[in-house]
T-cell receptor, first 110, second 113 residues
Framework: GEDVEQSLFLSVREGDSSVINCTYTDSSSTYLYWYKQEPGAGLQLLTYIFSNMDMKQDQRLTVLLNKKDKHLSLRIADTQTGDSAIYFCAETDSWGKLQFGAGTQVVVTP | DSGVTQTPKHLITATGQRVTLRCSPRSGDLSVYWYQQSLDQGLQFLIQYYNGEERAKGNILERFSAQQFPDLHSELNLSSLELGDSALYFC????????????FGQGTRLTVV
């Protein structure tokens, strides 16, 4: 099984908040990441959080980290149709190698 | 535009053949990573190079090899191709390899028929 787990699908109405959850296993990860992949495109880094932080906010994005439970979440406020994509949670080792989850497909409906 | 360039964008080849995928990292980035994205395996780390030297190896098959050249561009060689090698291959680069951010290219979509 994968070391990073996330739910596979999320449907959200335009204007609502989206919350994508992720669990990871490597407690030594220094940084945890959220990447976005739109159809036919590469991976875009959305945000990351340092492991000694609990929360990070960046415009519409809020990342919450619970180190005790190894749980990471990404909240997207005021979700727009342009937010429809696959979102990947990832942890990294000291060499910068990324271990990705399977990705959560977010579908935004009008 | 991430600044990481991968060529070609698409590649269709037959089983048993050999292909080379190319990656030009962002200017100044010393570390290059290769990842494979397939429907059944998801995003898997293959290999990392730092300033010309192999730094880390992941789930890379023996039929696959890579190298990083003095100008820091990297090539991923895939040989004796099988249908199951069909996937999207991503290259990423970062300044030192232990940075906060790796920048991804658009990927090369390989189809083996």
């Amino acid at each position: 099984g994968e070391d990073v787990e996330q739910s596979l699908f999320l449907s959200v109405r335009e204007g609502d908040s989206s919350v994508i959850n992720c669990t990871y296993t490597d407690s030594s990860s220094t940084y945890l990441y959220w990447y976005k992949q739109e159809p036919g495109a590469g991976l875009q880094l959305l945000t990351y959080i340092f492991s000694n932080m609990d929360m990070k906010q960046d415009q519409r994005l809020t990342v919450l980290l619970n180190k005790k439970d190894k749980h990471l979440s990404l909240r997207i406020a005021d979700t727009q149709t342009g937010d429809s994509a696959i979102y990947f949670c990832a942890e990294t080792d000291s060499w910068g190698k990324l271990q990705f989850g399977a990705g959560t497909q977010v579908v935004v409906t009008p | 535009d991430s600044g990481v360039t991968q060529t070609p964008k698409h590649l269709i080849t037959a089983t048993g053949q050999r292909v080379t995928l190319r990656c030009s990292p962002r200017s100044g980035d010393l570390s290059v990573y290769w990842y494979q994205q397939s429907l059944d395996q998801g995003l898997q780390f293959l290999i990392q190079y730092y300033n010309g030297e192999e730094r880390a190896k992941g789930n890379i098959l023996e039929r696959f090899s890579a190298q990083q050249f003095p100008d820091l561009h990297s090539e991923l060689n895939l040989s004796s191709l099988e249908l199951g090698d069909s996937a999207l291959y991503f290259c990423a680069s970062s300044e030192s390899g232990s940075d906060t951010e790796a920048f991804f290219g658009q990927g090369t979509r390989l189809t083996v028929v």
